[in-house]
C-alpha cells in the first residue's frame, strides 16, 4: 500500500443512515478503482441524538409514530438505492429510549483500539442494523460485532464506558458543525499535498466523486476499472464479509441481471454462500 496517498476521502456518516447504507456499493468502487492513491476516511455525525425530539421535516419523521415513519423510509430508500433493510427493526425497538450515538460512540471506541478494524466494524454496524435486523446501540451487540471483525470486545466496551470514545465522538460533532454538515452522508474530499477540499452534501453517484477526485488529484489520480470475469468478482467478494449484489452491479459496471446469473453461477460453483436478509440478499465467499 501508498504510504502517503494523494487524496482523502471523508465520509460524514451514521451507521443507522440510509443513505449512508445506500452509498456503500459507490465507496467500495472507489476503493477498487482508485485503490492506494485515495484515503478513506469516516467522521460520525449523529443523526439522531434523541428520537423524543427528533424532526425531519423533508422525510415526514417524527413524533409518536416515529417507527414506522423510518421504516417507511427505509423502505423507500431501499427501492431506490437498492441495498438490502429490513425495516421491522424500528418495530423492535419502537418503545425504546432511542438514539443513533451509541452506536456512533462504538465506531469511535473501534478506532481508539485499531483504525483498520474500525472501518470493518463500522460496515457489520452497518449490515447488522440495515440488513439483519439487529439492534446496534445495544453493548452485546456491540461487542458481539467488534469480537466477529477481530476486534478486543473487552477493550471496546471500556472505551465506551471511560468515556475516551465520547470524547471522540464530540470531536467528530464539532467538526460536522464546522463544515456545516446536517445530513448523511457528506462528502469530504482533500488534496493531502496541497490542502485544497471539496465537499459535496448528500448521496453521490460515482462519476460525482470521481470527477472530485480527479479534479483535485489532476494527473496523478488515475482510475483502473476491474475486469469483469467470475474470478475478479469472486475476490472481491472473498475480501469482504457480506456482498450484496447491487455493489457487485456497481463496482463492475453490471446491468441486474447479469449480476445476478453471475452470482447464481457462482453459487452453483460453491464458490459463494447466499443468504435472505431483510428484502435482499447478502454473499459471502466459502
Not at 57 to 77: C, E, F, M, P, S
Request: glycine share 6%.
Amino acid at each position: 500500500m501508498n504510504p502517503s496517498p494523494e487524496l482523502e476521502l471523508v465520509q460524514y456518516t451514521d451507521p443507522y443512515c440510509t443513505w449512508c447504507w445506500g452509498a456503500e456499493p459507490i465507496l467500495r468502487k472507489v476503493e477498487e478503482v482508485y485503490q492506494d492513491q485515495v484515503r478513506m476516511s469516516y467522521k460520525m455525525g449523529g443523526l439522531v441524538a434523541d428520537i423524543k425530539t427528533f424532526f425531519d421535516t423533508g422525510n415526514r419523521i417524527g413524533g409518536a409514530k416515529w417507527y414506522q415513519q423510518v421504516a417507511d423510509h427505509w423502505l423507500d430508500a431501499s427501492n431506490r438505492h437498492g441495498m438490502p433493510v429490513d425495516e421491522k427493526v424500528f418495530f423492535d425497538i419502537a418503545d425504546s429510549n432511542f438514539s443513533t450515538h451509541p452506536a456512533n460512540i462504538a465506531y469511535k471506541a473501534a478506532q481508539l483500539q485499531d483504525p483498520t478494524l474500525a472501518n470493518k466494524f463500522l460496515r457489520r454496524l452497518r449490515e447488522a442494523t440495515a440488513a439483519e435486523r439487529r439492534i446496534i446501540q445495544d453493548l452485546e451487540v456491540q461487542k458481539e460485532l467488534a469480537v466477529e471483525i477481530g476486534l478486543n470486545g473487552e477493550r471496546l466496551l471500556a472505551d465506551i464506558e471511560n468515556g475516551r470514545a465520547s470524547a471522540a465522538f464530540a470531536e467528530d460533532l464539532s467538526e460536522c458543525r464546522r463544515h456545516g454538515i446536517r445530513g448523511f452522508p457528506a462528502f469530504l474530499i482533500r488534496n493531502l499535498r496541497t490542502g485544497k477540499e471539496l465537499l459535496l452534501n448528500g448521496y453521490r453517484q460515482f462519476d460525482e466523486i470521481s470527477a472530485a477526485l480527479r479534479m483535485l488529484g489532476g494527473n496523478s489520480v488515475a482510475p483502473d476499472f476491474p475486469e469483469t470475469d467470475k474470478e475478479t468478482i469472486l475476490n472481491f467478494s472473498a475480501r469482504t464479509m457480506n456482498t450484496a449484489p447491487r455493489e457487485i452491479a456497481e463496482v463492475f459496471d453490471l446491468k441486474a441481471a447479469e449480476t445476478d446469473r453471475i452470482l447464481d453461477s457462482l453459487v452453483a460453483d460453491g464458490a459463494l454462500h447466499r443468504r435472505p436478509v431483510g428484502n435482499g440478499l447478502f454473499y459471502s465467499a466459502l
